[in-house]
């Protein structure tokens, strides 16, 4: 148990590759992550962005290589894993024919929480939606769909939260409560985050990662960055204009 | 790198000698089967049924066959596909242990001949059903089960053909692939365990064969058995030639 | 925002707690009930959709004949009618959770996958009870009132409950198959029927023998019903282990 050991790093991967037949979504990915980082994982579409984190979180089993999230293999270790990894997508994740309470003690229930009803309501406070607890969650704003999946993500208190393009579709209002909320948390826990906002993942983030054609094009730390050579290698990848 | 036609398999002969060997060998010891069926093997006392019957009218209890002969083809056929069916399960099995693309592949290719035998299996069944009762068709286990096993064969490649994600689709087919065995197997058990309050039971005669009618069946089981490992073969190598190519493109596509 | 630090994240000594599959299970299940009592949705359209059946099936015997005796055929159109119902409800199940994408919330919990299939299984199970409690007694209303029935009543509904115990089971395996492919119900129907064949067969002959009694069989119809239902508890339980060990696979692709 890895538990009482609290100087794991937040990732190691080595070699990480998934391939299908001819097709190479992954390509000898090495990365290390120290805890309490936030890292941005940036790059093209078809990169391999959405497959690494899908590894990362145990969605997805790798086909070569390995990989250790807080210390634990994602392939051995998953359901242990599990337990302390916490997910945000740009889907809501959420029962659309349950209330926000049903939904949250369901996934309470799911994640075995203690106290799993005063946990529910603490959440529910949190995001500032305790007010509307028993409403359908088909009834929710998009913003309040997002809360509502933060709250859902935190449930469980994970160490290591994954973000999925959060930002996508958001209003700018719904998009300030999100940065709050991470804000508040940033402590204590590591953040891995996929975006396609250059401007929202370099500066939220303490690590930046850029991938193509499933290989790391650069990782670095963001302190030793050189602001102009990541803007030109992010253009030059990801082909887009960097302001 | 060299191609196939080079590569030494057992003792020392090619591949090639090995395939189209067998394939000659195959073939020949299936046409010896079947000759000897109709030259030497005697003629033998139909299936005995468990009540007399009326079938198209006729009072039945047994029958002297000329139609039996089709037994020294349709039996080898039935049972080499239902070990083929084995073989593409084994290979189903063996590519949810390993996730690699080549076991999909021949889990495929087995099914793909075991359609083949199978359609042979139902129609060499349905001539001996026709000649034997003169029906075109009767519910029995045998052949219920084998009609039951073609819409399985025949599910496997709809499924496959319903599926857009490559890796979701050799998962999904590898679970049918191990789930047709199993089921033809149970389904063989039931029909056969269960009588039908309608039908008699057909029973065959399960004495045994006298030498001049064992050796040509056997001959002819081990030809077709033959016949269906080289076309498994002969189809795989397409495949992976076919897989070469589908890399060389992607590599230069970048 | 109120300062709520204190609130999102619960101590600052982490201890996991001990995960119970009964909890998840128990979990899975409430959640489905529940969404089915709010929606009704699986419910309406299987009982609808079995009312329907029922009306084909006198217009196919419409013209067969007063002379002609329904019993021969009752139990297999019984399980027929369950058949097509269940086809058709069998998807709406596994929708839900494609929809919003809460497979994956699922899947990223720290749930056996198995536990999840017997979650949704026993949630069909249920579903497809309540479903037969309605088409049962209508369809003895409609077809069968000066029939008479050779056994006991408990027997025909212990034949159904074996029968809709392995087509749950297997049916929400197939389910999760068929609802990601293009084809969806289709692919469901394709599946389902020769997959299911064996377990029908001993089915129809379980409940025949219960509605027949010695006209039929003839060396004892209590001996074939018995025999029947054990061969179709057989397939269940083989069935239910091969879905057991294959979930993972399915629910993970």
Not at chain 1, 98 to 115: K, P, Q, R
Not at chain 2, 224 to 233: E, G, L, S, T
Not at chain 3, 10 to 16: D, G, K, N
């Amino acid at each position: 148990m890895t538990d009482a050991n609290t100087t794991y790093a937040a990732l190691e991967v080595r070699e990480l590759s998934r391939t299908f037949g001819a097709r190479k979504a992954l390509d000898g990915v090495d990365l290390d992550l120290p805890r309490g980082a936030f890292l941005s994982i940036f790059g093209p579409n078809g990169a391999g962005k959405t497959t690494l984190l899908k590894i990362l979180s145990t969605l997805s089993s790798p086909s070569k290589g390995e990989a250790r999230v807080l210390g634990l293999d994602v392939v051995k270790e998953a359901v242990e894993l599990r337990e302390r990894v916490g997910f945000i997508s740009h889907n809501p994740l959420l029962y659309p024919d349950l209330s926000a309470e049903e939904n949250l003690t369901f996934f309470a229930e799911l994640y075995c929480v203690e106290n799993p009803a005063e946990r529910v309501t603490e959440l529910l406070r949190a995001v500032e939606l305790d007010h509307r607890r028993l409403d359908l969650v088909s009834s929710f704003s998009r913003g309040m769909l997002q809360r509502l999946s933060i709250a859902r993500a935190l449930l469980h208190d994970p160490e290591l939260i994954f973000l999925d393009e959060p930002y996508s579709g958001l209003d700018p209002h719904a998009m300030d409560i999100l940065d709050e909320l991470i804000a508040k948390i940033r402590h204590e826990h590591t953040f891995i985050m996929v975006s396609h906002d250059l401007q929202k993942g370099l500066e939220l983030c303490s690590h930046a990662l850029i991938l193509a054609k499933g290989k790391v094009v650069l990782f670095a730390d963001k302190e030793l960055i050189d602001d102009d050579e990541f803007a030109a290698t992010y253009r030059s990848t990801v082909g887009l204009g960097v302001s | 790198m060299a191609g196939p036609e080079s590569k030494k398999g057992w003792l020392g002969l090619s591949e090639n000698t090995w395939t189209y060997g067998a394939l000659a060998l195959g073939t020949v010891l299936t046409l010896a089967d079947f000759l000897a069926a109709f030259l030497i093997a005697p003629l033998v006392l139909g299936a005995g049924v468990s009540q007399t019957a009326i079938i198209n009218g006729i009072a039945v209890s047994n029958k002297l066959l000329f139609s039996q002969k089709i037994f020294y083809f349709h039996v080898p056929v039935a049972i080499s596909s239902f070990l083929i069916v084995f073989v593409a399960g084994y290979y189903s099995i063996r590519f949810l242990a390993s996730r690699e693309k080549i076991y999909d592949t021949k889990a495929r290719i087995g099914v793909e001949v075991a359609l083949v035998f199978t359609v042979l299996t139902m129609i060499t069944g349905d001539l001996w059903t026709r000649f034997e009762w003169g029906a075109w068709w009767v519910w029995e286990p045998r052949l219920t089960t084998y009609f039951i096993m073609t819409l399985l064969i025949i599910a496997y490649f709809v499924l496959r053909n319903s599926i857009e994600d490559e890796e979701r689709r050799a998962v999904y087919a590898a679970v049918w692939g191990i789930l047709i065995p199993i089921d033809a197997a149970i389904s063989f058990l039931i029909t056969r365990l269960i009588p039908s309050s309608v039908h008699p039971v057909v029973l065959r005669s399960g004495g045994g064969l006298l030498p001049t009618q064992l050796i040509p069946f056997l001959i002819g089981l081990f030809g077709m058995m033959m016949i269906a490992w080289v076309v498994f073969r002969l189809r795989m190598r397409e495949e992976i030639a076919k897989e070469r190519i589908d890399v060389l493109k992607s590599s230069i596509e970048g | 925002m109120a300062d709520t630090t204190q609130g999102v994240t619960s101590s600052t000594v982490r201890t996991r707690p001990k995960m119970s599959s009964w909890r998840q299970f128990k979990a899975i299940l409430t959640k489905d009930i529940v969404m089915e009592l709010r929606t009704k949705e699986m419910i309406t359209s299987m009982g609808l959709y079995s009312l329907l059946v029922l009306v084909v099936y006198y217009l196919g015997l419409s013209q067969a004949g007063s002379g002609f005796d329904i019993e021969l055929i009752a139990a297999g159109l019984l399980w027929l009618a369950i058949i097509f119902t269940s086809m058709l409800g069998l998807n709406r199940s596994l929708v839900h959770e494609k929809d919003q994408g809460c497979l994956d919330a699922l899947l990223l919990s720290p749930i056996d996958r198995p536990v999840i299939f017997f979650g949704k299984a026993v949630g069909n199970l249920i579903f497809l009870l309540i479903v037969e409690a309605f088409v049962v007694p209508l369809f003895y209303f409609f077809f069968l009132t000066d029939a008479e029935v050779a056994g006991p009543v408990w027997m025909l509904l212990l034949s159904l409950l074996v029968g809709s115990i392995g087509i749950a089971g297997v049916g929400t395996m197939l389910a999760t198959m068929s609802v990601n492919t293009k084809g969806k119900d289709f692919i469901l129907a394709v599946l389902f029927v020769p997959l299911m064949f064996p377990l029908l067969y001993a089915c129809v002959a379980a409940s025949s023998a219960v509605f027949l009694g010695d006209v039929a069989f003839a060396d004892g119809w209590v001996q074939a019903y018995w025999s029947a239902l054990g061969l179709a508890a057989g397939y269940d339980a083989a069935m239910l282990l091969a879905a057991f060990g294959l979930y993972e696979f399915i629910i993970g692709a």
